[in-house]
C-alpha cells in the first residue's frame, strides 16, 4: 500500500516528492512538546556533570535513555489507527514502573559491549553504534538524545541513523522528518530544546552523525536476505560495533515474522543475520516475540490475551553475533 501511494505521488510533478504523512508525523511532533520539553531539559541539565560521572553513574544514565528510547516506540501512526500516539508527559518519571513489563532486558550486554569497544579503541579504530529508526516525533526525539548521549559519555566517537528512503508505515523516519526535527529544536524558543537541536546540527556538520537511507528497509524481504538482496548495506552495518534496531516492524524482519514458540534463542530466530553485534528496543505490537524464558510468554497469555499487541510490553534484547 505505501509503495502504491509513492508510486502514484512519483508519476505526477510537481507533488512526486509529496510526503502524504507529514502533517501527521509535525503534529504528533508538536503535541508531544510537553514530553520533549522535559526529555532536553533532563538531558541538558546532565551534560553539565557528565564528566564527573563515575561508570556506575553513565551506566544508570544509559539504562534511563535506552528506556525511553524503548518506550517512546509507542508513539507509533500506524499502530494507533488515527488516534492520538502523542507522549503527552515526561517518560522519566514513570520509568521505574514500567521495568516489570520489559520482558527481555539485555541492557546489561549493552553496557557491556560498549565498555569494552571504548577499552579497546584505538586511533585508527573508532566505536561506531547504528541505530535503524522507526517513528519520527516524540520517539525520533528520544533516539536523538541517546545517541548524544553515547557521544558524550565517549561510548561511541560517531552514530550513523538509518532511516526510510520514502514515506513509509505513516510515520517512519525519512531524511526530511531527521532534518526537519533537529531544525525544529534549533529554532524552539525553549532554551533547552534549542540548545539540543543546535548542538545536534553541529553533530552533523562534524561528521560524528551520518543519516542514511536506503531502498533495502522499504522491501518485503526479512533482515536475514540482506547480504543478498543489499550486500553494499550489510557491508556498511558490519563496520559498526553496535546495531540498534528500534520498533516493531524492525523485530518482524529481524525473526522473519514467524510465528515462533516464544522461547525460541533470539540467535536462532536472526537465521544468520550477524553483520555486527545487534539490540532490539521494540514494543510488542505483532504477534512474534522470541527468546522468553520457558512459560514466561504462556503465563502472561492466560491472563492478557492481547499482551503481544497492546503495545504495553517492550524488549531491550541483544545478540553479540557469531
Known amino acids: 500500500m505505501y509503495r502504491r501511494i509513492h508510486a502514484a505521488l512519483a508519476q505526477n510533478p510537481p507533488i512526486d516528492s509529496f510526503d502524504v504523512f507529514k502533517e501527521g508525523k509535525a503534529q504528533n511532533f508538536f ?27 553513565l551506566q544508570e544514565e544509559l539504562f534511563k535513555l535506552l528506556q525511553v528510547s524503548l518506550w517512546g516506540n509507542k508513539c507509533d501512526l500506524s499502530f494507533s489507527a488515527g ?11 514513570s520509568l521505574e514502573n514500567m521495568v516489570p513489563y ?6 546489561e550486554k549493552v553496557w557491556s559491549l560498549l ?9 585508527r579504530s573508532n566505536v561506531r553504534v547504528d541505530i535503524i529508526l522507526d517513528n519520527a516525533g516524540f520517539e525520533l526525539v528520544s533516539d536523538l538524545v541517546l545517541a548524544d548521549f553515547l557521544l558524550l559519555s565517549k561510548l561511541a566517537d560517531e552514530v550513523y541513523f538509518h532511516g526510510k528512503s520514502i514515506p513509509w508505515y505513516v510515520s517512519d523516519t525519512t531524511k526530511h522528518d531527521f532534518n526537519w526535527t533537529i531544525k525544529q529544536l534549533g529554532s524552539a524558543n525553549h532554551m ?19 543519516f542514511r537511507d536506503h531502498m533495502f528497509w522499504t522491501l518485503p524481504h526479512d533482515f536475514s536476505s540482506m547480504s543478498e538482496v543489499a550486500p553494499d548495506l550489510y557491508a556498511e552495518l558490519q563496520k ?32 544468520k543475520f550477524h553483520p555486527a553485534p545487534l539490540c532490539s528496543l521494540r514494543t510488542l505490537k505483532s504477534d512474534t516475540q522470541v527468546g522468553l524464558k520457558p512459560g514466561q510468554g504462556e503465563q502472561i497469555q492466560a491472563s492478557e490475551p492481547e499482551w503481544m499487541v497492546s503495545g504495553k510490553y517492550g524488549v531491550v534484547q541483544f545478540d553479540a553475533g557469531l
Open 31 to 57: 503535541e508531544s512538546q510537553e514530553a520533549v520539553i522535559a526529555l532536553c531539559t533532563y538531558f541538558q541539565e546532565l551534560l553539565k556533570n557528565i564528566k564527573d560521572l563515575d561508570e556506575k553513574q
Open 83 to 93: 488516534e492520538d500516539s502523542s507522549q503527552k508527559s515526561s517518560p522519566l518519571q
Open 102 to 107: 520489559i520482558l527481555v532486558n539485555d541492557m
Open 115 to 123: 565498555v569494552n569497544a571504548k577499552k579497546n579503541r584505538t586511533e
Open 192 to 210: 533547552w530544546m534549542s540548545r539540543c537541536g543546535i548542538n545536534w546540527e553541529g553533530n552533523l556538520k562534524k561528521g560524528v552523525w551520518v
Open 240 to 271: 559498526s560495533n553496535l546495531l540498534l534496531f528500534k520498533g516493531d516492524l524492525n523485530y518482524r524482519k529481524l525473526t522473519g515474522d514467524r510465528k515462533w514458540e516464544y522461547s525460541v534463542p533470539f540467535h536462532q530466530a536472526l537465521n
